[in-house]
């Protein structure tokens, strides 16, 4: 059972959104845990003021790790390109053009022809 939980807990860490979501989670349990114990001390010191220190430093890491997916989705854009290339010779599309044209005026002079009225 914890070689399960382990593998989990890898498989979780093994994708970024994985590990932004064990991030926030501990960032907000230290958060929750600091607040808690230190209650109405305004400058928390001892457990309290160190689970908040750790708090700040694991909001620290998530900012570092979404600059960092910047630089990977750059990398994803640089391999992706700008799109498909424009042919150099336009007449095929020229061509596709007016053929969809015709087939357009076949169709409406067709529907124009055979009205319900007539009879």
């Known amino acids: 059972m914890a070689a399960g939980a382990l593998g989990a ?4 860490l093994e994708s970024y959104r994985g590990r932004d979501r ?3 989670a501990l960032c907000y349990g230290c958060q929750l845990a600091g607040g808690a ?3 109405t001390q305004s400058p928390a010191e001892g457990l309290p003021g160190s689970l ?3 708090s ?3 909001s620290s890491c998530r900012t570092v790790l979404r ?3 910047d630089f990977a989705m750059l990398s994803h854009s640089r391999a992706y390109g700008l799109g498909p ?3 150099e010779n336009p007449v095929p599309v020229k061509e596709e053009a007016e053929a969809a044209e015709a087939h357009s005026s076949f169709t409406t002079e067709s529907t124009e022809n055979t009205s319900p009225s007539e009879g």
Do not use: E, S, T
Request: charged share 15%.
């Open 9 to 12: 807990l890898v498989a979780a």
């Open 22 to 24: 064990v991030v926030r």
């Open 37 to 39: 114990l230190a209650g």
């Open 52 to 54: 908040l220190a750790v």
């Open 56 to 58: 700040a430093q694991l």
């Open 67 to 69: 600059l960092l997916d």
């Open 85 to 87: 290339k424009i042919p």
